[in-house]
């Protein structure tokens, strides 16, 4: 159709020379001359598209005219409301009056009340008893021609006072409308042949380029909007956690080790080298390189000392030391084998050693706040308080399912003070949770080997509808700290959560699985709102 009414606007102009008034064309399967309004909207799509090829020229004229409601579609079709009401009514002195029940059931209710009115009006009923009767033979139904004309011409030859009173008894509304008169353009033809968009390959090859027309670049067009870059609900959530540490006038911690020895991971953190978790079931091993570089050997071989035969007011495990286990390499199954190395750091100056924690972060290049920890001044025994934390991956050899993945974001922090108690550490997670958003808290006691006593958080999760675990928490034992130089009345508190499961809960999903991995929908990353907390 498009290509037909093209050719008929290129074959008219090779004859006439020129299109005066789109309205006078006869578009194809039409016999009348297009002169209703959709007939020229019609009509502008195959302008605009020769226009686009400068194969015509044309200008617009705006017009305006009425079209008939469908209040006014059914006068032009039956009558006025008027002349309904007088047609029904039966003539003075030949019939019983119609009763004003009798003619709502004959002509309609809402007909009857509008009409009643006007054909008292133009004294063409009158009343009789308790009826209406016609007082003329004939009528001339005014409003019923006045429709038709409008229907036909789109206005009055009455003018403007006559169609102001119809569209105030809603019968007409005005609409705006367009006819168009045509000219040749500097490229004119009558071949409706499309210009070439591309040069492709096979034009290059066959030379047909060199005699093809192409369409001209439309440098004032808009583009495609280019997409924006988004951020992954996991990264809004992090960054919110990472400000609350902030807040609370923690540093962060460098945490870029994703490898790390079975000695920091594990043997540091007073975790028996026979523990299930060091199985290659749960614990990725690597097989090139294989073994770690030797820790500080005082600090190792008090550790394996305390394993091996106890000390610092415990009886270790009594179980054989493997060197080859405590140097094996390992994607670290969580940050605190980075927790374990910065508190031996940060006990230094316990040791009677110069490097400090403060040093090492400043040098991993993290972020350390206003309150870096060690900003008070140390005791005789050279310690000072801390608080640290860090967000970062860890990897665990597990079943995936709606709640697990093999690859996360562990959130960890400790704090190192003198005379902490566990009562500190449930208040600070309520206050950190708190923070988050979540306050609905559940604390169930556990076992750790590296913390005692030892506490699991758990959260309500309003979608699953049940307490999902999101943390763990203790205080981390002697014989973890002590080793590293720490004094005796040194508390730590050490707790980690899940990055996942907080951003599960805040974003209502149930499957971490389509929160990371190939199941993600961009879109709605992209849609994700600004977490808040």
Same mark, same amino acid.
């Given at each position: ?6 050719? =008929? ?410 005379? =902490?108690?566990?009562?500190? =550490? ?108």
């Amino acid at each position: 159709m498009a290509e037909a009414i093209q050719q =008929l606007i290129l074959d008219t102009l090779d004859k006439e020379g020129e299109i005066k008034d789109t309205r006078t064309l006869v578009l194809p399967g039409y016999k009348e001359p297009a002169a209703t309004h959709d007939s020229q909207i019609i009509i502008l799509g195959a302008l605009n598209s020769l226009s686009s090829r400068d194969m015509i020229t044309y200008t617009t004229h705006e017009t305006v005219s009425h079209v008939l409601t469908q209040e006014g579609a059914q006068i032009a079709l039956q009558g006025s409301h008027e002349a309904r009401v007088w047609a029904a009514c039966p003539k003075k002195g030949e019939g019983a009056p119609i009763t004003p029940k009798q003619l709502q059931e004959k002509v309609g209710a809402e007909t009857a009340k509008i009409g009643q009115g006007q054909a008292f009006k133009n004294k063409w009923i009158g009343k009789e008893g308790d009826g209406f009767v016609k007082l003329v033979d004939s009528i001339t139904d005014t409003t019923q021609l006045q429709m038709r004309e409008v229907d036909s011409t789109g206005t009055l030859k009455a003018g403007e006072k006559a169609l102001a009173d119809l569209r105030k008894r809603k019968l007409i509304v005005q609409r705006k409308g367009q006819w168009f008169s045509v000219r040749k353009g500097p490229h004119f033809s009558t071949s409706t042949a499309k210009p070439e968009t591309d040069l492709t390959v096979d034009m290059l090859a066959s030379g047909s380029w060199k005699t093809a027309t192409y369409k001209k670049y439309n440098f004032e067009a808009d583009g495609i909007p280019p997409n924006g870059g988004a951020l992954h609900p996991l990264l809004k959530v992090r960054e919110e956690i990472r400000n609350i540490f902030l807040e609370m006038g923690f540093a962060e911690m460098p945490t870029s080790s994703f490898v790390e020895s079975g000695f920091w991971c594990f043997d540091a953190l007073f975790v028996p080298q026979q523990h299930p978790a060091r199985e290659v079931q749960d614990t990725f091993y690597l097989s090139d390189p294989a073994r770690s570089l030797p820790p500080p050997k005082d600090y190792y071989e008090r550790v394996s000392k305390v394993h091996e035969q106890g000390g610092y007011g415990s009886t270790g495990y009594r179980a054989p030391w493997s060197h080859e286990e405590s140097r094996k390499l390992l994607l670290r199954t969580h940050t605190t084998a980075s927790s374990a190395s910065m508190l031996y750091k940060l006990a230094a100056r316990c040791r009677g050693e110069e490097e400090d924690v403060d040093e090492a972060v400043k040098r991993e290049g993290a972020h350390a706040s206003s309150t870096v920890p060690g900003t008070g001044k140390p005791g005789p025994d050279g310690f000072r308080p801390a608080k640290l934390f860090s967000i970062d991956r860890v990897f665990r050899n597990e079943t995936m399912d709606a709640t697990h993945l093999a690859e996360f974001h562990q959130v960890e922090g400790v704090v190192a003070d003198r005379g =902490l108690t566990l009562a500190d =550490l449930i208040g600070f997670m309520r206050v950190f949770f708190k923070k988050m958003g979540i306050e609905n808290l559940r604390f169930k006691p556990a076992y750790n080997p590296y913390t005692e006593p030892s506490l699991e958080i758990f959260a309500f999760h309003p979608q699953l509808k049940k307490w999902v675990e999101v943390g763990n928490s203790g205080m981390f034992r002697p014989e973890m700290l002590e080793p590293m130089g720490f004094p005796k009345d040194v508390h730590v508190h050490g707790w980690g959560i899940s990055l996942e499961r907080p951003t599960m809960i805040r974003y209502g999903i149930n499957n971490i699985r389509t929160l990371v991995g190939h199941k993600v929908s961009l879109e709605s990353v992209e849609r994700s709102p600004a977490v808040r907390f």
